[in-house]
C-alpha cells in the first residue's frame, strides 16, 4: 500500500513541537493570571501563574529534574527581568497539583479505540532492591485511549503499578465516549485485556 502521508504538513508539525516545549507565552500574562488565581483564595497567595508550572512541567517529563529547573529559571531570569525563579520545593508541589483536562475531539465517525498502558519509574531504585526486598512501590501506569483513523486522545488515566491494565477498560471506553461524542464500534487492546468478563 502506498504512503499517502503529506510530507511537508507532518515535517511542519514535528517542527511546531519544537515551539510549542519552548514557548515563554507565559510572561505575556504573568500578573493577570497571577491576580486571577488569587481571586476569592483564603490561604497564601501563588506567586507563580499555572503556565510556567505547565511549562515546567514539559521539561520535567523531557529531561529536567526538580533542582535542574530551579537552576534554569535562575538563568532564564537574567536574560527577561520580569522572570521570577521559583524554587524546586515550590515546583515540585505545584506540578503534583497540576490537572489534566482533555478537549472534546471532532470524530466525525463511530470511533475504533486502541488501549494500551505503560509503566513509568517514579524513583532511582534498582531492580535489585525490588528483588531483594519486595518493594514494589516506585511505578505510575499510564492508561490511554486512542481513536485508530485520527490518532485523537480520547482517555487518558494514571494509576500505581497495581493496578492491571483490563481494570480501567470500562472507565476508559465511557471515557473515549464522552470525548469524541460518538459511540465506540470497536476495541482493540493486547493480552491485558483478554478474559471473559470484557469481552
Not at 493570571?33 to 501563574?49: A, C, L, S, V
Not at 531504585?125 to 531483594?132: A, C, F, I, L, T
Not at 519486595?134 to 490518532?151: E, L, M, P, S
Request: proline share 4%; hydrophobic share 35%.
Amino acid at each position: 500500500m502506498p504512503d499517502t502521508r503529506d510530507w511537508k504538513k507532518y515535517n511542519d508539525q514535528l517542527v511546531r513541537r519544537g515551539e510549542f516545549y519552548i514557548t515563554l507565552d507565559f510572561m505575556e500574562n504573568w500578573e493577570g493570571e497571577i491576580y486571577q488565581m488569587n481571586q476569592g483564595k483564603r490561604e497564601r497567595p501563588f506567586t507563580f501563574p499555572q503556565s510556567l508550572i505547565t511549562f515546567l512541567g514539559f521539561l520535567h517529563v523531557a529531561f529536567l529534574p526538580y533542582r535542574q529547573m530551579e537552576g534554569f529559571l535562575r538563568k532564564l531570569s537574567q536574560y527577561i527581568p520580569r522572570l521570577r525563579a521559583a524554587d524546586y520545593s515550590t515546583i515540585c508541589k505545584r506540578m503534583h497539583g497540576i490537572e489534566m483536562e482533555l478537549s472534546l475531539q471532532d470524530i466525525p465517525h463511530d470511533a475504533i479505540v486502541a488501549l494500551d498502558a505503560t509503566g513509568m519509574k517514579v524513583s532511582s531504585r534498582g531492580d535489585w532492591m525490588r528483588h531483594k526486598w519486595k518493594v514494589r512501590k516506585g511505578w505510575i501506569k499510564v492508561h490511554i485511549a486512542v481513536d485508530t483513523q485520527t490518532k485523537k486522545l480520547l482517555a487518558l488515566q494514571i494509576t500505581d503499578e497495581r493496578t492491571g491494565d483490563g481494570q480501567l477498560l470500562p472507565s476508559l471506553i465511557k471515557q473515549s465516549q464522552g470525548q469524541c461524542r460518538r459511540d465506540v464500534k470497536q476495541v482493540l487492546g493486547d493480552g491485558a485485556y483478554d478474559n471473559k468478563k470484557k469481552f
